[in-house]
């Protein structure tokens, strides 16, 4: 049986008004702009007001992504919403917002992939479209990070912000086609990167509150960074590998936003020139499930790509998890 095709026809991203600058953070931890922008290529993050909640975020990404895809919500046959920041453990966000936009015929799941969760819901949506069993996905990627972030903890608190992405993802073209999506895990080092209350094996507690166990931890932030440029730069080579593609044939590297020293050791590695890299972490920081919509909508809205122009899409995060894909621009859908 022939596979679908599988296309990302549409991508849309929403950011929060509020701005918050390193010099905003001079004033509450022992930092300074010069650390931050030095050591993570960061100048400021947007937070969400107070009564914006991720699934609001959510909403207004796939209000954007429905209608530059000219579909109306009752086409969507699924709700796939990444997050590590959802309004409630549950119900699920994606519920949330299937009620808020009126998508009443799809079905609705979470994502809990971290900062990779992008590419693990982009391999969720490929698979369903592929074996025929949907049409139309809406993955949306929303996070309030600022919601858990601990604002005494200058390790953390400099690298996140809020934000939301969305795709309608469907059978048919033109738009971004979907090539070879890998993902991988390693739960070995989980407590590296993680939230550890509020859960079953912290439920909250006066004293999980006193410990400041419902704020994102970074144990050893070094650890991490290696970790994720060895990831990444294996998940690069193997999709490279998997595809038959070399470094020639990356028209724009898009990568998760974490740091850009990280950005930049493997853009080098995949010798893909900064010019041709989007990084979008300097205004918006690292919004985790986030990152790599909002850069593809910042690529797209450029308008530079040219037809078949190839993205190498790289991801790591909290679990660890990671993944890699490989985008081509068609302007017009190919059948089989
Ligand atoms: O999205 C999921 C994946 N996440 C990541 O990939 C994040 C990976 N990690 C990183 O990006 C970097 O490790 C950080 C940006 C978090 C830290 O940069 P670093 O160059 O690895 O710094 P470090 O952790 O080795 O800390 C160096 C120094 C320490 O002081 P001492 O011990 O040398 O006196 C820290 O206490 O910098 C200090 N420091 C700060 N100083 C000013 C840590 N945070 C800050 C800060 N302002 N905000």
């Known amino acids: 049986m022939a596979h679908q095709n599988v296309y990302i026809v549409s991508n849309s991203s929403y950011v929060p008004k509020g701005v918050m600058t390193n010099q905003d953070f001079e004033k509450m931890v022992d930092t300074s702009d010069q650390w931050i922008h030095s050591r993570t290529g960061i100048r400021e993050r947007r937070i969400a007001a107070e009564d914006e909640s991720t699934s609001d975020m959510g909403t207004n990404a796939a209000l954007k992504a429905l209608k530059a895809a000219k579909k109306r919500a009752d086409d969507i046959d699924l709700i796939l919403v990444a997050t590590l920041s959802p309004d409630f453990i549950f119900p699920s966000t994606?519920?949330?917002?299937?009620?808020?936009?009126g998508a009443s015929k799809?079905?609705?799941?979470?994502?809990?992939?971290?900062c990779s969760g992008f590419l693990y819901g982009l391999?969720?949506?490929k698979a369903y479209i592929q074996s025929g069993t949907y049409n139309n996905i809406l993955l949306i990627s929303s996070e309030k990070l600022s919601a858990i972030i601990d604002y005494e903890d200058r390790n953390t608190c400099v690298l996140f912000g809020d934000g939301a992405a969305a795709q309608v993802i469907s059978n048919e073209g033109p738009g971004l086609l979907v090539g070879e999506v890998l993902l991988g895990a390693d739960g070995s080092q989980s407590e590296l990167l993680c939230m550890q209350g509020g859960g079953s094996r912290n439920p909250a507690s006066i004293e999980t509150v006193k410990q400041r166990l419902h704020y994102l931890k970074m144990t050893d932030g070094q650890a991490v960074f290696k970790t994720a440029i060895k990831k990444m730069a294996e998940a690069g080579s193997r999709i490279m590998q998997k595809a038959n593609l070399t470094s020639d044939d990356i028209a724009f590297?898009?990568?998760?936003?974490?740091?850009?020293?990280?950005?930049?050791?493997?853009?080098?590695?995949?010798?893909?020139?900064?010019?041709?890299?989007?990084?979008t972490l300097q205004k918006y920081g690292n919004t985790s499930a986030s990152t790599i919509g909002i850069a593809l909508d910042e690529l797209l809205?450029?308008?530079?790509?040219?037809?078949?122009d190839k993205l190498l899409l790289l991801a790591f995060g909290s679990g660890f998890t990671w993944g890699s894909a490989f985008l081509t621009f068609k302007k017009e859908d190919q059948h089989d």
Do not use: G, W, Y
């Not at 994606?94 to 936009?101: M, R």
């Open 94 to 101: 994606a519920c949330i917002i299937q009620e808020k936009i």
């Open 106 to 114: 799809s079905a609705a799941m979470d994502i809990q992939a971290a």
């Open 123 to 125: 391999s969720v949506a």
């Open 253 to 279: 590297f898009v990568p998760h936003q974490a740091n850009l020293r990280i950005i930049e050791v493997l853009a080098k590695k995949f010798n893909v020139p900064m010019e041709r890299v989007v990084t």
């Open 301 to 308: 809205q450029r308008k530079v790509l040219k037809e078949d």
